[in-house]
């Protein structure tokens, strides 16, 4: 078995705009890692079809890893958080 790289339960930081076409940057935990799509915990509102860049490494910050992705589900929950699920689009290393 091999190991993931990134794993489950890491803390990342997502950036990009809300529902309400607002920039904002919050920190989350990711859910669940795939090959071309994972999902974390979001308490700011997003929608589907928006971009985000979510970045893998923010304690790292000389190993930097974004991430660019299109937002494909959004499931509301009691809480008050989403669970927010994305599709990779691209990758980068230092944001610009």
Not at 20 to 38: M, P, Q
Request: net charge positive; with cysteine.
């Amino acid at each position: 078995m091999t190991q993931q790289a990134i794993p489950a339960d890491v803390e990342i930081i997502v950036t990009g705009k809300d529902m309400f076409g607002a920039s904002f940057c919050e920190k989350t935990r990711l859910i669940n890692l795939a090959k071309d799509k994972f999902s974390f915990s979001l308490f700011r509102p997003v929608s589907e079809k928006r971009s985000l860049r979510v970045n893998f490494h923010p304690d790292r910050p000389h190993q930097s890893y974004w991430v660019n992705g299109v937002v494909f589900n959004v499931r509301h929950r009691l809480d008050g958080m989403q669970t927010v699920e994305v599709r990779v689009s691209g990758r980068k290393g230092q944001p610009t």
